[in-house]
């Protein structure tokens, strides 16, 4: 029965009793009326102040619940406090809920002050005293653990909710006995009133003061019965708020909570996530740790329970358990909990689901390593147990396997393996090399079929393992296989094993049939730079081949052309040669060099393929190879009535530092096929410069433009490849590799060359080349002295010629001993090192290529000895190659020449290195002449007095450009007219070959 139906009961049972009394005992209070009037009066006031202070002391009780109730509710604020405002706001109504019990003793002591309360009342206020103590606690509780964290929360939650109920029961209990004590007090009064109703009846007073009496009482009654309802009611929405709060709060909690005492035993369990209970619930309260997990799990988990109850602090611990759905990972966060009397025997173990962190983690680790691993192997036989072993020491995976196609047999082989340490895995690796899978067969055939991943839970219980013997000794389990795919097609099989049944983990194969892609494409790298350094490897060998080749070639062929040149040369100076004689030596000689002219444009050629050219660069004077040019190229422009025009941009550097000889051969190639292709009109050279980013660098810019027939816009692009020509039937003389060596080497200085035009519009050349400045000049430009014929007055000077060939030495000797120098032969390098023991010599030349011991070996031997250490030795070599220059060098010789040999050349170097002064042929008439003005009386007519030949030869020269050959043919013409050679040396010495063109004239 409720509050409100014991205050009715009692108002009607009190109302009925006085009416009941009152009349019966009217006319016997009539004589002592008068003397209890004032005793009831006194009475009255007394009881109804005594039930007032009872009440007094009932009504904290309610108080306290309210406050309680509203202070923890704002101690567990979902999800959390707002601020410490709220937690304020839970002390205070706390702590009010403390003093509203305080005050309810206050009221009931002093209700019962002097007398002492009944027994029933005492033992109220010990209970009282009691919910004032565990509400202190529950005050210290939530002081020490922040009310943020879960467990704590439901630490908080059920003290409360004890300490509520204990309140509502004596609530409820001190109410009843109210009621009685009111009851019993009633009854009391109710004698006392009867008498003195029956007393007032007699006299009239005493019945209407008992009806002033009854009227306020019932007032009273009403007025606490509505009051307390109120109350009831209010409370009670309160309470129902704040608990399906609760309820609410703890379905959102996403960990799982335990108890757990010092010896690891579960004391509760807290959690509204089931599946992420090891054991169910029931199974765990009341159990030790090590009844439930495996042994070594159970000594990690009670060491950190006892480490936070013994140090008073929070421990944390990650760890891996395996679960009924799978593994999964957990961090734990151990709390000890501390009793109002100080003593720690318990810990809250709270434990969080952090998989799916764990995992990506993992993963990520994986994919990073792998990709260390490929970026740093040089072989898929190196990559492949490194990633195995990554992924299984990193992943928890006890056994890795690759399998590989074999295309011969169409069947799956072993290709690498990779365990851990410990398992027993001679049997299944036995079994596992022996064995071979065709399309379809067993786990890794199925994959190689299916192109798919697939997942066996336990391989000793799938009748489709077909080594589950082995597997079940090994104690594998799980295993799950995933494809190497290679441009869509399978190449190869993973599978991983488990020493567990686990259950599939769809993130794990998810990544791992990515790394089977990375693996695949990593193949496909490796096989093609397999593929790449094979083929670098057989083009090495090729070119080295090649390059053997023509070094031989070189040799073979500038030897017999060294011959040929050079004894024509010689020939050339004989007086006695008739005017047939002399123009068949010529025939021969120019002949000679256009062969070579062909032979060295091949071997130049072969030299850019083979990357073997080497720019030398040096300064010298643009404006002067520019007029070098012109002069060149101006007779044979005006033997065909062609205008050729050089036109240098103001401003640009007169000095400039480059590869002077690569410049001009480009010159010469562009220039020399405007002039040969061009029948009317001429051919303009314009030269310009551009400013680049780096001051000491400037961009020549050459335009050759020709008015000739023009280049079709189909053979432009042919034109630059090797022995192609665009020319017509009959003007195609050469072999086509002019223009492809001045393209390689316009881009070997850093430029490019177009061509531009069309048919019967003329044709324009451009390349540009990149050059540096020259601040200061190289130089005056020297003027060419006559022939050599002697040596000046000095001691005899004595050489050593070496080669195998005898035409060589032979040509050699016939070169210099007419010039004064003693000269010895040596057929080989032996016979070399014997002569040179045995007399002393100025300078050894020294050919490389010999049979037996070659140049380079005897070099080496001569430099070792004291008298070689101060002999120039000067290498001779037939090779085309500019990097002959370097090994020669790194043999020990001073300087090479070549073959053919150039006269002038070989006794430069000689004179360079021996400090030798020569005396020149007519030098002080030449000298004298190049000071002198042309001479006037030198006409076409007196020129027709030589022979005819002489005349052809000289315009010839003059038309190729080789100014050496026509010093050598003017040197002839001493013999007839002495005086007509000086004019015309004369004239070659100013450069004005345009006047030597007007005197020579055409056929």
Known sequence: MNDTGTTKITQSSLAGKMGRNTAAWAMAAVIVAILLSGGLIWLHESQQTHRDEIRAGIKPIMDFRVNLTQGVMFMLQVPAPRDNIDRGKGLTLMDQARSSLDEGLRSLQYSFAGRGPPAKWSAFMKEMEMLRDRTVRLYELTLRFPSDKAVNRQIILDEYSA???HAELLDSRMRSTLVSFR??????????FVISVLLLTLVGTGVHLGGLIQSRLEKDLDRYRLHLEELVEQRSAALSESEARLRAFLETFPDVAFVIDQEGRYVEVLTSVPELLYKPEEQLKGRFLSDIFPAADADRFLHVVQEAISSGKIQTIEYRLSMPGGSKWFEGRCVPV????GSQDLAIFVARDIT??????????????????IAEASSITYALPRILKNVCTMLGWDLGEVWSIDYSSGSLHCRCMWSIAGLQMASYEEHTQAIAFARGVGLPGRVWDSGQVEWVPDVTRDPKFLRAASAEKAGLHTAFAVPIVLNREVTGVMVFFHHEVLGQEDDLIQTISGLGSQIGQFIERTEA?????KAKTEAEAASLAKSAFLANMSHEIRTPMNAILGFAQLLRRDPLLTPRQRKDIETINRNGKHLLALINDILEMSRIEAGRIVLRPADFSLKDLLADLELTFHPQAESKGLYLTFEQEAGMPEFIHADEHRLRQIFINLVGNAVKFTDQGGVSVRVHGEVTYDPELVRIVVNVEDTGP????????????????????????????????????????????????????????????AVQRVREGVGEKKVKAGRIVGLKAMEPVRLLVVDDNPDSRELLCALLRPIGFEVDEAEDGREAIDLFTRHPYHAVLMDVRMPGMDGYEATQRLKATEAGKTTPIIAVTASAFGDEEDRVKGAGADAYI???????EVLAILGQYLGLQYVHEEQGEQEGAARQPLPREITPEALAALPKEWITAMRESLEEGDMNRLSELINQVQ????????????????????????LLGKE
């Open 163 to 165: 300490i509520n109920r």
């Open 183 to 192: 009851e019993q007090q009633d009854r009391i009064f109710t004698v006392m």
């Open 338 to 341: 501390v009793s109002r009397s």
């Open 356 to 373: 799916q962190k764990k995992r990506s983690e993992e993963l990520e680790a994986v994919q990073n390593g792998i990709t260390r691993i």
């Open 529 to 533: 730079k397999e593929q790449l350094k």
């Open 710 to 769: 023009g280049i079709p816009e189909k053979d432009r692009q042919r034109i630059f490849q090797a022995f192609e020509q665009a020319g017509t039937a009959g003007r195609t003389a050469g072999t086509g590799l002019g223009l492809p060596i001045s393209r390689e080497l316009v881009h070997l200085m850093g430029g490019e060359i177009t061509v531009t035009g069309a048919p019967g519009g003329g044709s324009c050349f451009r390349f540009d080349v």
């Open 898 to 904: 070549r073959k053919p040999f150039i006269e002038e």
């Open 975 to 998: 013999t007839f007219d002495q005086d007509m050679a000086s004019k015309l040396q004369a004239l070659a010495d100013q450069y004005d070959y345009g006047r030597l063109g007007e």
